[in-house]
């Protein structure tokens, strides 16, 4: 019999936050910093946008790139945020910004092709990277408090380079890449002429202003690929809504396949994103402010080492001072202090010193999580 699974979804694996979330979610009592997911209601304006779409039997098959008026608001929503240009033809709706990046990758990439990311990574990225047969080269930013170093990243790009996928706000650090590392990043790509896709699902739970990016870098126009989401900025992550903007002759290959992988993107969605696009987001923002300087101000009394997030939800601290693997930390942290955490391990082998804590979970979880967390970092030390 022939082989009865693709090759390469054989050597997929599921994802390690979610399995590992499932796995410690049974202990009883335990507080979950996991998921990055809002704790917020999507706002009620947008819900209704939804019913009324529903009301008014808005329920067919949309076009599978998208309706117009959603399109054209994108349009007018990136020009008056962060100065974009595009056309209509220059936007796809996407199923969040996971579909989009599947269908970026498998529109772009050929077998053989180098992706460079700099790691800590999103978990997303590898499989479909080697679902498509193409090769990931990691550029390890931890020394650099996870900035972009010249020499690091020249070493990984080569002619057989084509994307380098670029995420700030980044998950799973929550740092945002300053104004240095965007120009160094625009001399490469300009120099070697690979796209480089933009992952920019953080980009309205900002803590610093102006946000460097490389969008404003107009000569490379045609060489970027924005991939949006309104999952966290408006507490849409079940509605699975997002965006992708590239130039008119790339965006027409990622829309062919975007077609064959999802049809369309649910009519009903669409509407609902008309209106959250005119929702003020800057009060989630500022409440993520306050939760991330209230994690670093208990770091500090615990002495545990945490490059400063300027953006998302999530904290990124080192624990190599306690000499076990993040995997073990983790379980430890679960079973016996009952505080879910996400191993570093699942964004590449450089973060298996670190652990990922989302502070999208309610701030009174978030505070007695890192009460729990402190005592465990207390009992470790004593016992040493």
């Not at 054989?10 to 796995?23: V, Y």
């Not at 396949?257 to 209106?275: C, D, E, F, M, R």
């Not at 696009?277 to 009394?301: C, G, N, P």
Request: glycine residues 4%.
């Amino acid at each position: 019999m022939k082989e009865r699974i693709n090759r390469q979804v054989a050597k997929i694996q599921f994802s390690g936050i979610r399995s590992f979330s499932q796995e410690v979610a049974s202990v009883e009592g335990i507080i979950s910093m996991t998921i990055g997911e809002p704790e917020f209601s999507t706002d009620q304006s947008i819900k209704d946008a939804a019913i009324e779409a529903l009301t008014n039997d808005f329920t067919h098959y949309p076009p599978s790139v998208g309706f117009a008026d959603l399109r054209t608001k994108i349009l007018s929503f990136e020009k008056e945020k962060h100065g974009l240009d595009y056309r209509i033809d220059e936007v796809l709706i996407t199923n969040g910004a996971t579909s989009g990046l599947a269908a970026v990758f498998m529109a772009l990439l050929n077998p053989g092709d180098e992706v460079v990311i700099p790691e800590p990574m999103y978990v997303a990225y590898a499989p479909m990277i080697a679902y498509c047969q193409a090769v990931l080269v990691p550029l390890d930013t931890t020394a650099d408090l996870y900035q972009i170093d010249e020499a690091k990243l020249r070493a990984c790009v080569s002619e057989k380079t084509k994307i380098l996928v670029l995420t700030s706000p980044n998950n799973p650090t929550g740092c945002v890449y300053d104004q240095k590392s965007i120009d160094i990043i625009a001399t490469v790509a300009k120099e070697f002429g690979f796209f480089v896709v933009s992952d920019d699902v953080y980009n309205q739970l900002v803590y610093v202003d102006p946000l460097p990016t490389i969008t404003d870098v107009k000569e490379l126009r045609d060489q970027i690929v924005i991939c949006q989401s309104l999952s966290k900025p408006y507490a849409m992550t079940g509605w699975r809504i997002g965006y992708v903007l590239a130039e008119a002759s790339v965006l027409k290959e990622i829309a062919k396949i975007h077609q064959y992988l999802v049809t369309g993107i649910s009519s009903i969605s669409q509407k609902a994103a008309i209106v959250a696009l005119d929702t003020d987001a800057s009060k989630v923002r500022e409440i993520y402010r306050h939760r991330r300087d209230i994690a670093m101000e208990v770091f500090a009394e615990m002495g545990l080492p945490c490059v400063k997030p300027e953006g998302a939800f999530y904290l990124f601290p080192d624990i190599s001072e306690f000499r076990m693997d993040s995997l073990t930390f983790c379980r430890k942290a679960a079973y016996e202090y009952k505080v879910a955490l996400v191993p570093g391990i699942y964004f590449g082998p450089s973060a298996d010193r670190n652990i990922r804590i989302s502070y999208a979970c309610k701030e009174e979880d978030l505070i007695e999580g890192l009460r729990r967390l402190h005592r465990m970092i207390d009992d470790l030390r004593n016992a040493s």
